[in-house]
């Protein structure tokens, strides 16, 4: 299996922030287990934060290198994903209301549901698209797009 150190920058990036939301995705599934409302809102919180960013880095900082020349437009594959990004926010939104309403089983189901469909974006992006994306690129190409996602997640660091 490939792991991070198998992809050029800023793939390897992205595929951190994957690892680090898969990491949160089993701290939220310890916290709904364990019926612990204060723990899975923290949890919540933070996923809907690093989510939110990494899309950022995907659409804004990779995506527009990737544009299709006919149609002036993103690329199909990147266009599924970019609906899919909103799809990942709608069901962290889920999660959120039902806590907040204290429906605890509709809140285990939400958390479920957010990754289930959370991995398999991760799944489909690991599998397919990224090795379509460094195959289509140049390797000038990929340092510009690597500068474009390191300045975006500069823009998220905590001040110091
Ligand atoms: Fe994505
Ligand atoms: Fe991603």
Known sequence: MKTEDDWPEP???????????????????????GRRPDEVRKVADRLEGVIAHHAVKEERGLFPFLMDEETAEVASPLYLLMTEHQEIARHVARVRETLERGEWE???????????????????????????????????????????????????????
């Not at 595929?15 to 916290?31: F, N, P, S, T, V």
């Not at 509709?106 to 957010?114: K, V």
């Not at 195959?135 to 690597?146: F, H, I, K, S, V």
């Open 11 to 33: 793939i390897a990036t992205l595929l951190r922030d994957h690892q680090m939301m898969r990491g949160m995705l089993k701290e939220l599934e310890y916290a709904v287990g």
């Open 106 to 160: 509709p809140t285990r189901e939400a958390s479920e549901a957010l990754a289930e469909f959370l991995l398999h974006h991760f799944a489909t992006e690991e599998a397919s698209t990224f090795p379509w994306i460094v195959q289509r690129l140049t390797e000038e190409e990929l340092r510009a797009a690597c500068r474009h996602v390191e300045h975006i997640a500069r823009l998220a660091e905590p001040e110091t």
